[in-house]
């Protein structure tokens, strides 16, 4: 399979051409491009330029703002309750984790929900913002109903992803970034664009059933939980993704579960909530970054069951993708990925376009 390979600067400048064609504000439209291409160089294509042309949409049919900025609406010296103004989600995620490093620096924890927010792309983007000032960070998100709960057949979670990250010693980390579906829906949507069937256990028809055809889910299907099906331990994941919707939508005051709006809809504004925590190790037992160095090696230093596949640590994976594309010098997409955002570009009036002169086999 052959791959377009572009320029990390390429892609961001691109991905901001077409948000400012459309009316966002250009550091609005920064704060996006960086977002997006972020995901696609950890490797979350579902969550980088493949989701251009969603955001695109939004700021064209007006149902998202492009002027104003962040509120925050209530707070405490640990707390604070922030109003979205119904921006572009980077533009608010980026405020509230600001805010959340910002009271963890004087009282040793931040924690701010926000309302009246929109998709913001990998959470992990925004609990890594804690890491540079060696703290831990949480993000958490709800969405639109995607999954279907363990034993029903009807969508009434999102993927409500969350993100963890911690700092070790010697700019090591360790950074969980995952949906509490058994998948993000780009990763269905990718497939279903290349023709592939889906692995068991990532989504269901209409009827509940389990399926591998993309087709089925994203018809009147939906995705499943962490886990699958019931026998499989998908409760599990059924029950995460509840406690996200407990700590960002219900929290703040957000639209959730089925209430929040059909996923790509313009019909009404999403109003997602969100969450953000910032934790200052500092303020709690000495050698936190020393012990977690450790924690890190013991996983990573088991003797693998497969000799060819190391046992790694969350975050190890997004480490590698990142410094693949820094070999490559450049970030491999589809081509069916670039050629779709290229006619989405010139619907618009955007030019130049993604460039594919470079091609490379993956």
């Avoid at 700021?59 to 925050?72: R, Y």
């Avoid at 256990?201 to 299907?221: E, F």
């Avoid at 005051?253 to 019909?267: E, P």
């Avoid at 190790?281 to 497969?306: K, T, V």
Wanted: hydrophobic share 40%; charged share 20%; proline share 6%.
């Amino acid at each position: 399979m052959s791959r377009c390979l572009i320029k990390q600067v390429e892609v961001q400048s691109f991905i901001e051409r077409c948000m400012t064609a459309v009316g966002t504000k250009p550091h609005h439209a920064h704060s996006l491009a960086l977002v997006l291409v972020e995901g696609d160089l950890r490797g979350h294509y579902s969550h980088g330029l493949n989701r251009m042309d969603m955001y695109v949409k939004d700021i064209q049919t007006g149902i998202c703002e492009t002027s104003g900025e962040p509120v925050v609406e209530k707070e405490s010296a640990a707390t604070a309750l922030v109003d979205g103004k119904n921006l572009l989600g980077p533009v608010v995620g980026n405020f509230c984790m600001n805010l959340a490093i910002k009271k963890a620096k004087e009282v040793g924890t931040g924690w701010v929900v926000a309302h009246g927010s929109n998709h913001f792309g990998i959470a992990g983007y925004y609990a890594m913002q804690a890491l540079k000032e060696n703290m831990i960070g949480i993000s958490l998100t709800n969405s639109s109903p995607l999954v279907v709960p363990t034993r029903g057949k009807d969508c009434t979670l999102g993927t409500n992803p969350l993100s963890v990250a911690a700092p070790a010693q010697d700019g090591d980390s360790f950074v969980l970034d995952m949906a509490t579906s058994a998948v993000a829906l780009g990763k269905v949507e990718l497939s279903e664009r290349r023709g592939d069937p889906i692995p068991e256990g990532w989504g269901c028809d209409a009827q509940g059933q389990l399926t591998t055809d993309p087709k089925r889910v994203l018809s009147g299907g939906g995705l499943m939980p962490i886990g699958g099906g019931e026998a499989t331990g998908g409760y599990k994941g059924y029950g995460l993704g509840m406690l996200v919707e407990v700590l960002s939508g219900i929290l703040a005051g957000a639209q959730y579960s089925k209430h929040i709006r059909m996923w790509k809809l313009t019909d009404r504004v999403a109003n997602l909530g969100q969450c953000f925590v910032a934790v200052n190790p500092e303020n709690f037992a000495p050698g936190f970054s020393e012990r977690m160095s450790d924690l890190l090696s013991i996983q990573r230093g088991l003797d693998p069951a497969d000799p060819d596949a190391p046992v790694m640590a969350a975050g190890d994976p997004e480490s590698m993708n990142i410094k693949k594309c820094e070999e490559l010098g450049g970030i491999p997409y589809h081509i069916s990925v670039v050629n779709y955002m290229n006619e989405c570009a010139k619907t618009i009036g955007v030019s130049p376009l993604l460039p594919c002169d470079k091609l490379i086999s993956n």
